[in-house]
């Protein structure tokens, strides 16, 4: 029995101004997989996850996540959101709340739980993500690789069906990319649907169903992690892949 | 002997202080005496004129006999600069106003008492503060707006501007980075037109044209023309300083926001405006100070604020030529409230401080 698709990518196409930075891409991700997009910077792998969830806005072509396609209407594109986590590179915690409040801050707003509720289930992830001590303390006063597994458990709390990473371990000193992995791969170990960009060839190898490897907008490579690393079959690849993996 | 070596020491210590304070270098010697001898002819001469020099009891003849500040005349005016033409059996109702005004604001210091319960104490304030200050019920004497005037007319017109026109701010701050063309165009021309225009203009309007356009037969009280006038004028600086803080705000903080589903409001009620309002509190303080003081242009309208009060206690015959002391006490009054703004709003930015991320 195969999975039911979560997301479905189909002909999309993406300028900015001129720049046509998304080129014809088609992209399709069951529920539970986990794929790893990676590519030369400025290859518009940011600009495809963020489409996934509408914070690019594309022109053409369709994207359906969780079977709602998103277009223009605002409900639409909310309701996605509510089920698609995001993790970004440079955490995006509000500084102004405790580090509990940036976990039930959604759950109570947007899935209207009750606080005591919402509070409950941020513990569960705190605890998951091991910082359950520092709920009462402010982001501001947290290290990077501590506030990144806040910005995960930030996103469990509204139990999300798919979860999207933008590079989200390359603003770490080295010292904290590991914790930060660490939890990434119990993810992955559950089951959650997850689209990873990372340069982290390591954790790809580990997790990844599928390597996507992104040039000047396009997809040019798609393969199991095997294959993909053992045998690229395209020069930019390769050529990618010997210059990431010195 | 103990005691004699302690003494040195400390001795010592003290002079340890003012030569790394005051006289480390030539030019800290030399600015430290320039200043000491500013502070002798400066303060010794206002105490003098003051304390020493000046009247308390007597009449404006006996006044100009002395060199110093005639008290006496602040004495005797001192009841007319602060309650003005207000009826002279019935001061007790703009007194009381006053001190349940300073007693609220001195109990909503703390943050920890902020709410809707607060919020509803205020409005209640005002309704009631309203109606005492008018009467016409409960047996009281109906007093028209005309005869309000003093320091009660003064904090009414700068507390309700600087209050309406926060949040009238934070929605022309909005509608000025919003991505509706139509309310973008009509947020930025409000705000250029009344910036481009001084207040006292806008006044004059209010006073003088506006009434020309009303239908005959409908009059609007001069006191709230020249409120929402001042309210309009205020708006939109505070739209401009809250801009800033809304532009000081990353991206990530809207893509963080967005990507968690919260819809428009939620996401500037929760996450951008707590902020933005934050970093902006110096700036909204300092234009708050300055609309206070701005509010005594009313007097050009002949709304009798503090400054006007002020002016006609100046010119009573019996008493001409003591502007000095009625300025001097003007100023110190108008000190004192923007002082204490400014030192709450530091108080406040410390307090609110999280660190940042
Ligand atoms: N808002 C924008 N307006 C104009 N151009 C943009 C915008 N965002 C991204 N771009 C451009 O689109 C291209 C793709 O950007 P994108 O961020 O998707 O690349 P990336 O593959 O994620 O690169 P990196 O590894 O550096 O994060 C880049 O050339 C970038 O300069
Ligand atoms: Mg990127």
């Known amino acids: ?246 | 002997m103990e005691e004699n070596k302690e003494e040195k020491s400390r001795i010592k210590i003290i002079l340890k202080w003012l030569k790394d304070n005051l006289f480390y270098n030539p030019l800290s010697s030399f600015i430290t005496i320039l200043i000491i001898y500013g502070i002798i002819n400066i303060l010794i001469p206002s105490y003098q004129w003051l304390f020493v020099d000046s009247l308390l009891n007597g009449d404006a003849e006996a006044c100009r006999k002395v060199e110093g500040a005639c008290l006496a005349f602040l004495k005797e005016k001192t009841r007319y600069i602060l309650l003005g033409m207000y009826p002279q059996d019935e001061h007790w109702r703009p007194v009381l106003n006053v001190f349940i005004y300073l007693a609220l604001l001195v109990f909503s210091r703390d943050r920890s008492r902020w709410g809707k319960k607060l919020l509803g104490l205020w409005f209640f304030f005002g309704v009631f503060s309203f109606f005492l200050m008018r009467g016409g019920i409960f047996g009281l004497e109906f007093v028209e707006t005309d005869k309000w005037s003093g320091l009660p007319l003064t904090l009414m017109l700068a507390t309700v501007a600087i209050t309406v026109s926060y949040p009238l701010g934070i929605l022309l701050a909005l509608g000025r980075r919003s991505k509706m063309g139509v309310v973008r165009l009509l947020s930025i021309g409000y705000i250029e037109l009344i910036r481009g225009v001084p207040l006292i203009s806008i006044l004059f309007m209010s006073s003088v044209m506006f009434p020309l356009f009303l239908p005959k037969g409908i009059v609007i009280n001069k006191l709230l023309r020249a409120q929402v006038a001042i309210i309009m004028f205020i708006s939109a600086y505070m739209a401009e300083v809250i801009r800033g803080g809304l532009q000081a705000i990353p991206n990530g903080q809207y893509e963080a926001s967005d990507s968690l589903g919260l819809n428009y409001f939620q996401k500037m009620r929760l996450v951008i405006l707590p902020q933005a309002l934050k970093i902006v509190i110096p700036p909204t303080v300092n234009t708050s100070i300055s609309m206070f003081k701005d509010t005594s242009l009313v007097m050009i309208i002949a709304l009798q604020d503090m400054m006007y009060t002020a002016k006609g206690a100046m010119s009573d015959p019996h008493w001409l030529g003591f502007s000095v002391e009625a300025y001097i006490f003007m100023a110190v009054l108008y000190f004192c409230f923007c002082f204490s703004l400014g030192k709450y709003s530091r108080r406040l930015e410390k307090e609110l401080d999280t660190g940042l991320a």
């Not at chain 1, 959604?106 to 509720?117: C, F």
Request: glycine share 6%; proline share 4%; hydrophobic share 40%.
């Open chain 1, 1 to 246: 029995m195969t999975n039911p698709l979560v997301i479905s990518v189909k002909s999309l196409d993406k300028w900015f101004g001129k720049f046509h930075v998304l080129q014809n891409i088609n992209l399709e991700v069951t529920q539970g997989e986990k794929i790893v997009i990676c590519g030369p910077s400025g290859s518009g792998k940011s600009t495809l996850v963020r489409c996934l969830n509408r914070l690019e806005v594309h022109q053409k072509g369709t994207i359906v996540v969780n079977g709602i396609e998103l277009k223009d209407n605002v409900k639409n594109v909310d309701s996605v959101r509510a089920d698609v986590g995001m993790v970004f590179q440079h955490f995006n915690l509000f500084p102004h709340l405790t580090i509990l409040e940036n976990l039930t801050l959604a759950p109570i707003w947007v899935r209207k739980m009750n606080r005591k509720d919402a509070e409950e289930i941020a513990y569960h992830y705190l605890e998951r993500v091991q910082i359950q001590e520092q709920a009462m303390k402010f982001p501001g006063q947290l290290s990077g690789g501590q506030q990144q597994r806040v910005a995960i458990a930030r996103s469990l709390c509204m139990k999300p069906k798919i979860m999207l990473f933008d590079e989200p371990t390359s603003a770490l000193d080295p010292e904290m990319v590991k914790e930060v992995l660490e939890v990434m791969v119990d993810l992955a170990k559950e089951g959650m649907t997850m689209i990873v960009v990372t340069h982290e060839m390591g954790f790809a190898k580990e997790v990844a169903d599928r390597v996507i490897f992104m040039d000047y907008g396009k997809i040019i490579e798609e393969n199991e992690p095997g294959p993909f690393f053992s045998d690229p079959q395209h020069d930019r690849t390769k050529l990618f892949l010997s210059q990431i993996l010195i």
